[in-house]
C-alpha cells in the first residue's frame, strides 16, 4: 500500500514538472526532510540568479531528477560539471579545503557556491582575499555543523569522552541547526492526506517553510560576517600594531574609537605573527562618544574558552565605584565581574591604568 501511493506521488510529481514550462527545476529527495538539503535549496534560490525562481521537484525519481537543472542531497551522484551534489553514495570523502568533516548536500552547495554568494554581497571578485577569509569563516561557523549533523559526526570524539569519565550534564540538542529544522517534520501519528497530491503539497510546504527557516539563520550570518566582521579586521589590526604604545611586552590592545568583534581577528593576526607578544587585555569604549566609559575585557585563552590568559586581580573581583577605587588604587572604576574577565572604569585613561596594574 505505501509502495503504490509513493508511485502515484512520484506521478504527480513528473505531471507537476512537465507542466511548469521552461522553469528552471531543483531536485531534491522527498519524504522525511534534514537541514543540510533545506539550506543547499535556499542558497541557491535565494543567493544564485540562475536558480532565484526555480521550481522544487522532490523526489527520489530518477527519471524526474534527470529532467532537473540540478540535484542535491539525491541521486547518488556527486558531479559538478552536471550540477549534480549527493554525498551519500560509498565513494564520497569529499571535504572542505583544510577541513576533516565529510560534506553534506549543504556543504557541497556551498563549497561550489558560496565564494559567488559571497562576491555578490561584498561587490568584489571571487578569488579576492575578502571573499575568501568570509568563504572560509561562514564555512566554520555554520555550515560545518551541518555537514556533521547529516554524517553522524559527533563534535567530541566518543572515545576520548568515555576515557576521560566526562558526561553531559543536560540535553543540548533541540538547539542545534539539525534539530531546528527536525521539528518540522510531521509528526509520526499527524493525518497524511489520502489524494497523494494533497499529501505531496503539504509535504512540500513543510519543506519550504523548513528551507526558509534555516536559510533566514544563514543570511543572518552572512550579512555580520560581510558587514561587521570583516570590517572589523582593519580595525583590529591597526590595534594589534599599535600594542607597543601602551605596554612595551604589547600586551594591552586599545581598540581607540568603539568596540568591534576582535577574538577571530585577533587569533589570526597572532598566528601571522608568531614572534609578536600576545595581548592579554583588550581596551575599548562602550560606544562612539567623546564621554563613553571604558572596558578592560581579559583574552580569552582560546575564543570561546570561560579562562582568561591573565584574569583581572582577585582582590577587585566583585567589587564596584568607590570601594573598587580604593581597592584597586585606581580612580573613576565602575566594576571588576566576579569572575575577573572583564571590568569598567569612566575613562580611558582609568582603564589604562587598571590593566597596567593588572600586569604586574
Known amino acids: 500500500m505505501l509502495r503504490t501511493f509513493a508511485l502515484k506521488m512520484a506521478e504527480n ?5 512537465k507542466t511548469d514550462g521552461g522553469l528552471v527545476a531543483i531536485g531534491t529527495h522527498n519524504g522525511h526532510f534534514h537541514a543540510d538539503e533545506a539550506l543547499a535549496v535556499y542558497m541557491l534560490r ?3 540568479p540562475t536558480y532565484a525562481n526555480a521550481k522544487l521537484v522532490r523526489t527520489r525519481d530518477p527519471k524526474l531528477l534527470d529532467e532537473c537543472d540540478i540535484v542535491v542531497d539525491v541521486g547518488g551522484e556527486y558531479e559538478p560539471s552536471r ?4 554525498h551519500h553514495q560509498r565513494t ?4 572542505f579545503p583544510q577541513r576533516a568533516t565529510k560534506l553534506s548536500s549543504a556543504g557541497l552547495v556551498y563549497m561550489h557556491f558560496g565564494k559567488q554568494i559571497i562576491a555578490r554581497r561584498l561587490s568584489q571578485p571571487e578569488d579576492s582575499e575578502q571573499v575568501g577569509m568570509v568563504w572560509n569563516k561562514i564555512y566554520l561557523s555554520f555550515v560545518e555543523a551541518l555537514d556533521a549533523h547529516d554524517n553522524g559526526i559527533s563534535v567530541y570524539d566518543a572515545a576520548g569522552l568515555a576515557a576521560a569519565g566526562l558526561e553531559k550534564r543536560f540535553s543540548d540538542g533541540g538547539f ?3 534539530a531546528m529544522v527536525g521539528r518540522l517534520n510531521p509528526n509520526w501519528n499527524d493525518p497524511i492526506p489520502e489524494d497523494p497530491v494533497a499529501a505531496q503539497e503539504a509535504e512540500d510546504q513543510r519543506f519550504e517553510l523548513a528551507s526558509q527557516r534555516i536559510g533566514e539563520e544563514f543570511d543572518r550570518d552572512l550579512d555580520y560576517y560581510t558587514s561587521a566582521w570583516l570590517p572589523a579586521r582593519e580595525v583590529v589590526a591597526d590595534a594589534f600594531s599599535a600594542r607597543s604604545e601602551y605596554d612595551a611586552g604589547g600586551r594591552i590592545m586599545v581598540l581607540k574609537k568603539q568596540s568591534a568583534p576582535w577574538k577571530d581577528h585577533l587569533y589570526t593576526l597572532e598566528e601571522q605573527n608568531p614572534e609578536a607578544g600576545k595581548p592579554l587585555y583588550v581596551l575599548y569604549p562602550e560606544k562612539p562618544t567623546p564621554d563613553a566609559k571604558w572596558r578592560i575585557q581579559c583574552v580569552p585563552v582560546t575564543k570561546d574558552s570561560f579562562q582568561s590568559r591573565k584574569p583581572l586581580p582577585e582582590a577587585w573581583r ?3 565605584d568607590e570601594e573598587l577605587d580604593g581597592i584597586s588604587g585606581v580612580p573613576g572604576c565602575v566594576f571588576v565581574h566576579a569572575a575577573g574577565f572583564i571590568g569598567g572604569n569612566k575613562t580611558f585613561e582609568g582603564a589604562l591604568a587598571m590593566a597596567q596594574k593588572a600586569l604586574l
Do not use: M, N, Q
Not at 83 to 86: A, E, G, L, Q, S
Open 83 to 86: 550540477h549534480r551534489y549527493d
Open 13 to 17: 510529481a513528473a505531471k507537476r514538472l
Open 318 to 320: 566583585g567589587f564596584r
Open 46 to 48: 535565494k543567493h544564485i
Open 92 to 95: 564520497f570523502s569529499t571535504t
Open 176 to 178: 542545534t541547526l539539525g
